[in-house]
């Protein structure tokens, strides 16, 4: 009977730890998922930074008012504000429940940071 009970024990100790295990595992999944997501962020946003004033210096050039180009620089600048929110906000809508605390940032430039200090581990 007590090799039962003994038998019983382990095997209810094997699923407490196997459970754990995976949201462990799951657990670094998802930051690292998360790494990866701002890594396409990041490089996206430089993408826009180096476009952008191209962009000006073409309506420059094609004779476009100052007006029109200044203009156009603060929509530009908005959008890319907006933009760079609405990704953070998204990332932390995306996680699965009960993950909400893998994300350690609340905005664009907490993000950056976070992502800054995992490159650096690397």
């Known amino acids: 009977m007590y090799e039962f009970l003994w038998f019983l024990g382990g095997a209810l100790v094997y699923q407490l730890l196997s459970k754990l ?15 990866h997501a701002l890594k396409i962020l990041y490089s996206t946003a430089e993408s826009i930074e ?8 073409t ?27 609405s990704s953070v906000t998204k990332i932390k809508n995306a996680l699965p429940k009960g993950f909400e ?16 200090k995992s490159l650096k581990k690397r």
């Open 101 to 116: 605390r893998v994300v350690k940032f609340e905005n664009w430039n907490e993000a950056m940071n976070v992502l800054k």
């Open 59 to 85: 309506m420059q050039e094609a004779d476009m008012s100052e007006e029109l180009v200044e203009e156009s620089k603060k929509s530009d600048e908005e959008k890319l504000v907006q933009w760079k929110e």
């Open 50 to 57: 180096f476009i952008r004033p191209l962009k000006y210096l």
């Open 21 to 35: 295990a995976g949201i462990g595992y799951a657990a670094i999944y998802v930051k690292e998922t998360q790494i």
